[in-house]
């Protein structure tokens, strides 16, 4: 199982852009990164996902460099709302064995 | 589409009884995840399911823990002899196959409190 490393926490104030970095190292060549927000009292959200380079939504940016052993996050303009638990995760769905591995994620706290 | 419901949402029970809670995903999803949260934690893998085959399951998963999707749709999870350390938020999830698709739709969660 591929293992991620992020931030335990990180602060930020509404409008800024906020960059969360997981590392990932052990990376296999099948393996797709995917990150999830949760809210407290809440299941986890779908943010994004990504196997390489750049993959943009709504929501958010996923830059992955050409050795994918790390990708980063970005939220562009964020608000109170965006306080939250990001987690990075690192799997191969397409072979019908994948375990969702979460790990402890990175609390954002948006300040006014 | 109405999203991956959980019940009960609390469940209070005292320690050495049984409990099973329920998962109904979204009607067109395969994949069904079971997951246990506690404070502090992300959530902890359990078991997962496509369609009524249980495919994985944690080798930390205690044999008082047994999962079920008898018809490939909604699913239950029994904890047997129920003790103080299974207090957790029980979360489930629902995906559909998709070779280059991660994206989980989760619950609510069943909070469960032994006493």
């Known amino acids: 199982l591929a293992k991620t490393t992020q931030p335990i926490s990180m602060d930020s104030y509404e409008g800024q852009e906020v960059n969360i970095t997981c590392s990932h190292n052990n990376i296999a060549t099948n393996d797709y990164i995917t990150w999830y927000q949760q809210f407290p009292s809440q299941g986890p959200r779908f943010i994004i996902q990504g196997y390489k380079t750049k993959v943009t939504n709504e929501v958010a940016s996923l830059f992955i460099p050409a050795d994918r052993k790390s990708s980063t996050l970005s939220l562009p303009r964020v608000s109170l709302s965006d306080t939250a638990v990001y987690y990075c995760?690192?799997?191969?769905?397409?072979?019908?064995?994948?375990?969702?591995?979460f790990g402890r994620g990175t609390s954002l706290i948006v300040h006014p | 589409d109405t999203g991956v419901s959980q019940n009960p949402r609390h469940k209070i029970t005292k320690r050495g009884q049984n409990v099973t809670f329920r998962c109904d995903p979204i009607s067109e999803h395969n994949r069904l995840y079971w997951y246990r949260q506690t404070l502090g934690q992300g959530p902890e893998f359990l078991t997962y399911f496509q369609n009524e085959a249980q495919l994985e399951k944690s080798r930390l998963l205690s044999d008082r823990f047994s999962a079920e999707r008898p018809k490939g749709s909604f699913s239950t999870l029994e904890i047997q002899r129920t003790e103080q350390g299974d207090s957790a938020m029980y979360l489930c999830?629902?995906?559909?196959?998709?070779?280059?698709?991660?994206?989980?739709?989760f619950g609510p969660g069943t909070r469960l409190t032994v006493t």
């Open positions: 995760l690192v799997g191969d769905g397409g072979g019908g064995s994948y375990i969702p591995t």
């Open positions: 999830a629902s995906s559909k196959q998709d070779r280059d698709s991660y994206e989980q739709y």
